[in-house]
């Protein structure tokens, strides 16, 4: 099972109007039982490309299969837990699992313990009476995620599903996914919080303008990024040298006399360091090596704003 | 497909049964209708019209025996006299005050000149107040035209003297001459029946409030749209069709326990406070179920269309709401047809509430029965068909936000 693999090949998708394609050939895969984040600004592709996954849209080429087999096509292979509260404020927590359980064919005893077993991994049990719409904004998202569970579904397609809760509600739903991953289930897991999804997956896909820039393991797309060696400064740099080291690496300055190169082997950095010193700064901190996870994204991304 | 179907009716009555505003709408609103026009139509359609009971006064200025039997001509059960007033002056102050609406001045001479000529122009006076409706100024008009006449011919037979033209006179009297006319309502023997205010007002507001389902239907459907149910019902693999299907037959039952309602209030209610009762004889029951069955499916796939079309509670208010008002108006609910002129008449019959409403008033006031209602049926049926294909088919394309 472990070897298997869960495959996104060459995803196109255009919305009927659209000057630009939502997925412009995406391609990536992540092995079957483990997690991956799945990253990208505002319309970068990501919900349409969950919405392909389960069949909410069809792809206008490529395919989505997990060992072969495309996934929108098997029944309760994949649940989505969409972005939004997707579920009716109006009846209570247990009314709505049984509606989205019996809608999914579940009933009777095999239902009841579905329900159960859905509520205790949210630990919903103590709100089971409440109106949904009563709930807090944490607890509506772990209900969010519980009617998700109640096929016990193989594969997880998590859309946003921290977005809008306090730390407390964040922890308990990172612990819960984490805890979902390692009993065995697939996920993919798109998110703005990249501690997130260094936290939980050791897989990650940075998507932009329907693209993905990079994919592979947390490791290997860290690694994609050259290395960055990190200084701070007493004083300003004087200006000479500025110029004299934006010749010759990609050099970013940032408040409080914080200077950033990248592209620097190890072996040169004593060297920026002591044309520091000579040009009369003293130098308060220094470190060299991998950047993290969102210096990665925004550099792929080229930091400039999506309001789309 | 059972188990699913079920899931949906079921979460579809459980969310309409805790929306208080929906349930006023489908069910106090249109009972407070049929109510309120039952008791306010009561006397005007009367089926013996000794309901409709206007006040007059003569101003007898002449005072001879001629003016003081048109005033005794003039009194009927649906006219009715009032005594007191002398001069011209106070009849037109109580008319201003708004305590009668009519007045009938006879002029000093009146006597003399009636007598030798009939015909002279502005012989009596109608004073009368504006507000009053066309109809009962009309009704007066030729009542009191008509006492003239009456008037004129008991002169001329008392002329020919005593023996022979007395007898006949003392018989020209309104009251004899209202029995010289008898009334049959046409329709099958044994269940037509001339229509009362409340045999008219419920089958209308019923048909009114059945329309207005569109408003908690719209507003489920909303719902679901911004808070990604029917996205998420969609990925948990139930179709377009389904989905159409678990809201319409709930709706329908919903619809069919409206018409129930409406008319225990027509036939218990209405009588608590005044009004007559509706009858409902046993054998129109199976087909006011059928024809109940069928506008119900009309009303509720309209409502689906609708609700598949709007995408804020603002426009399901103005498509849904107001668009029912011009259909009710259009299809004669708020304005009965037969005051329409004829061309407004020809257009009342675009209006699927018209269909319904010729459709029970083949029924309960004709007492058609079966053939009576099929036509209407029949184009009820095919307008939710097509409202219903037309849903489904907005919703496969994607032209609704799911």
Partial sequence: ???????????????????????????FTVPVGEALGLLGPNGAGKTTLLAIAIGLLAADRGRITCGGRPIAAVRGLAALVPQDNAFYPMLTVRENLA?????????????????????????????????????????????????????????????????????????????????????????????????????LCAHVAILDQGRALVSGTLGEVLASAPPVFSMRLGQELPAPLRAEWAGRCALVSLPGHRYQLSGIPMEDTGAFLAGARAAGCTVDSWSWGQQHLDDVFLQLTRHTLRDD | ?????????????????????????????????????????????????????????????????????????????????????????????????????????????????????????????????????????????????????????????????????????????????????????????????????????????????????????SAIFITERQHGTLQRQLSLGLGHGTLLLGKLLPFMAINLIQAVLMLCVGVWLVPLFGGEALTLPPALWPPMAFMALVLSFAAVSWALLVASVVRTTEQATVFGGVGNIILGALGGIMVPRFVMPAEMRALTNISPMAWGLDGFHAVMLRGEGWSGLAPFAARLAIFGLAALLLAAGLARRGKVHT
């Fill in chain 1, 1 to 27: 099972m472990s070897q298997d693999l869960l495959s996104f090949e060459d995803l196109h998708f255009r919305y009927p109007g659209a000057e630009a394609p939502a997925l412009d050939g995406v391609s």
């Fill in chain 1, 99 to 199: 509606f989205f359980g019996q809608v999914q064919g579940l009933g009777g005893r095999f239902l009841r313990e579905r329900e159960a077993s859905a509520l205790a991994s949210t630990q919903l049990g103590d709100f089971r009476n409440r109106r949904a719409g009563q709930l807090s904004g944490g607890l509506k998202r772990r209900l969010n995620l519980a009617i998700g569970l109640l096929a016990d579904p193989p594969i997880l397609l998590l859309d946003e599903p921290t977005v809008g809760v306090d730390p407390q509600s964040r922890h308990f739903l990172l612990e819960t996914i984490g805890g979902l991953q390692r009993s065995g289930r697939t996920i993919i897991y798109t998110s703005h919080y990249m501690e997130e999804v260094e936290a």
């Fill in chain 2, 1 to 217: 497909m059972a188990r699913i179907l079920m899931a949906l009716w079921r979460k579809e009555w459980l969310a309409l049964s805790r929306d208080r505003f929906g349930l006023a709408t489908l069910f106090v609103m249109p009972a407070v209708f049929i109510l309120i026009m039952s008791l306010a139509l009561r006397d005007t359609l009367r089926p013996d019209s000794s309901g409709l009971q206007l006040k007059y006064a003569v101003v007898d200025l002449d005072g001879t025996p001629t003016s003081r039997d048109l005033a005794e001509l003039l009194a009927t059960r649906a006219f009715v006299s009032e005594p007191g007033l002398a001069t011209e002056a106070g009849a037109r102050q109580a008319i201003a005050a708004g305590r009668l609406p009519f007045a009938v001045l006879v002029p000093r001479g009146f006597e003399e000149r009636f007598l030798a000529e009939a015909g002279a122009p502005g012989l009596v006076t109608l004073q009368l107040d504006p507000t009053v409706a066309a109809m009962a100024r009309s009704a007066f008009r030729q009542h009191l035209v008509g006492v003239l006449g009456t008037l004129k011919a008991k002169s001329f037979l008392r002329s020919l003297g005593p023996g022979f033209g007395g007898a006949a006179a003392s018989a020209l009297d309104p009251q004899s001459l209202q029995a010289t006319v008898a009334e049959a309502t046409v329709g099958r023997a044994g269940l037509a029946v001339p229509p009362t205010a409340v045999q008219q007002t419920v089958p209308a507001w019923l048909i009114f409030g059945m329309f207005f389902v569109v408003l908690p239907l």
